[in-house]
């Protein structure tokens, strides 16, 4: 997997009609983003498991699991809760909308429905909820990722990465406070399609936890016991 494209957004597309997620697909990635899929709620959750989108179009009617049962599980779960969703339905009651923005959709669309509209509301959205990104830079606490220098710095010291450990930093400073696997960051930050053994992961953090604490700061990666690592101002081992 091309390295480059690990900072683009990724968009799950949520849709059982095989003609429209290619037209999504194809669309998507023009613009500029990462693309997976799912043709069924049970899918979709899997997925979800496996991969970090940034943003969800989730269609409602969905085989084996509704697409409403699947935003109710996305809000549910600390790791998915503030997961971007997009309601894509063929049903345009006003009811209907406003079941599925109780539900916990951030936006809606009927079906049909006008292509560079859908685009416009997930670059908005997007831009809402990754507002530091679209400047070229992250930020937690006193860590800020310049990306476009390709520069990292804490309380204004001048922290030096290797790249896996700078992809490794991007990646959980786009989710700060979340936790995840030594699975999920393999896939999230060395690709799906790249083997390595997850102890491998290990080896990278205590690498970024190096660089990036100086005496007497706080350790800013957790590492949580059987689940995983999260930047954390915490910092505690649990």
């Avoid at 700078?166 to 399609?193: K, T």
């Amino acid at each position: 997997m091309d390295r480059d494209n690990m900072s683009k957004p990724l968009v799950m597309v949520v849709e059982d009609e095989a003609a429209l997620v290619t037209m999504l697909r194809y669309n998507l990635e023009k613009e500029g983003y990462r693309v997976c899929e799912a043709v069924d709620g049970e899918e979709a959750l899997t997925v979800l498991a496996e991969r970090n989108p940034d943003l969800v179009l989730l269609d409602w009617m969905l085989p084996i699991l509704s697409g409403i049962e699947v935003c109710r599980q996305i809000r549910r779960k600390p790791r998915t809760r503030d997961l971007p969703v997009i309601m894509l339905t063929a049903r345009g009651e006003e009811g209907d909308k406003v079941r599925g923005l109780n539900t916990g959709a951030d936006d809606y669309l009927t079906k049909p429905f006008s292509l560079p509209e859908l685009l416009a509301r997930v670059k908005a959205l997007l831009r809402r909820v990754r507002p530091n990104q679209s400047k070229g830079a992250l930020q937690y606490e006193a860590i800020v990722m310049d990306l476009t220098a390709h520069r990292v710095t804490r309380a204004g010291r001048s922290i030096h990465l290797g790249p896996t450990e700078f992809r490794l930093l991007q990646f959980l400073l786009q989710h700060p406070g979340c936790v995840f696997s030594r699975e999920e960051l393999l896939n999230a930050v060395w690709g799906p399609d790249i083997y390595v053994e997850p102890r491998t992961v290990d080896v990278h953090i205590r690498r970024l936890r190096k660089a990036l604490n100086g005496e007497d700061e706080t350790d800013i990666i957790r590492t949580v016991r059987a689940a995983g690592y999260a930047l954390d101002a915490e910092g505690a081992m649990v």
